[in-house]
Each structure stands twice: as structure tokens, then as C-alpha cells.
């Protein structure tokens, strides 16, 4: 995986309260980059999506770290694709990554969650609409 696997990228606004005592990001903030990610990615490549509506649950999810992540990160960003659409879930996968001072991309962490479609007052799995499986199909062209 690298960032041309992906079409889209966020910029990460890391915080001062996102690193550890070590002095790198701590590691369980991926998995907040990684929703800051999701909620500006559905959007983006959705024009129907509305949070208010449209919702799903976490079913998995996992992060690979490969190099820590610290204060002097230059332009740090996380890039969002969709890898796999079933009937009732997708599976996304994340990218962590900044510039080097040669300005190659330095990857920090990579990732993945499987999410499950739900319908918000019934409480259960639904199907993707159809409107949304299209949109999904036309973000990318790794499926």
C-alpha cells in the first residue's frame, strides 16, 4: 500500500495532546485520524451522504504502524479508499503519511475497518442503498 493506491487525502491537524510520553503519536490516536478521515471522506465522494440519515457501525478495525509520528512531521495527512463492498458492509483502508525533508512520503501508519450499514431507527443491518454502492464504485478504481 502506498499513497498512490488512494484518491483521497485529508491534511491531520496534530495536537499537542496527541503525543505520548515518548515523544510520537500515541498510538491509539490513529484511530481518531482515522474517523476525522471517514468524516470528510463520505462526503466527499457522496454527494447524497448525510450524517443525519445515512449511518453504519464499526464492525473491525486495525492499524499497522510503520514509523512513529512526531511533532516535527512535516504536512502529515491521511488518504481514505474503499477495498471492498459486500451486500450489508465495505471495507475501508487509511494511509498515514508526511514528507520527508527531501519531500518523499513517509508512511506511519496504514489501516483498515469493515463497516456495516444501519438503519438509525430500526437498529439493525440494512443493505447499501444502491445510490450509495454507485458511489462508491465511481471513488475509486481499486475495486
Known amino acids: 500500500m502506498n ?18 510520553a515518548i515523544g ?3 498510538n491509539v490516536m490513529y ?3 482515522f474517523q476525522i ?3 470528510f ?14 449511518m453504519f457501525v464499526i464492525a473491525h478495525i486495525e492499524a499497522d504502524y ?25 471495507d475501508l483502508e487509511y494511509i498515514i503519511t508526511s514528507k520527508s525533508s527531501t519531500n518523499e512520503d513517509i508512511i506511519h501508519c496504514t489501516g483498515k475497518s469493515t463497516q456495516v450499514m444501519i438503519d438509525l431507527k430500526e437498529k439493525k443491518s440494512i443493505e ?8 462508491f464504485e465511481n471513488s475509486n478504481t481499486n475495486l
Open 3 to 20: 499513497n498512490n493506491d488512494f484518491k483521497f487525502f485529508k491534511e491531520l491537524d496534530i495536537r499537542w495532546s496527541d503525543f505520548d
Open 24 to 26: 510520537h503519536v500515541n
Open 31 to 33: 484511530f481518531e485520524y
Open 37 to 39: 478521515g471517514r468524516g
Open 41 to 54: 471522506y463520505f462526503p466527499n465522494i457522496s454527494k447524497n451522504w448525510d450524517w443525519s440519515k445515512n
Open 66 to 90: 510503520k514509523k512513529e509520528l512526531k511533532p516535527s512531521a512535516k504536512s502529515p495527512k491521511i488518504g481514505l479508499r474503499i477495498s471492498q463492498i459486500g451486500n450489508k458492509s465495505f
Open 128 to 135: 447499501i442503498p444502491e445510490w450509495l454502492r454507485k458511489d
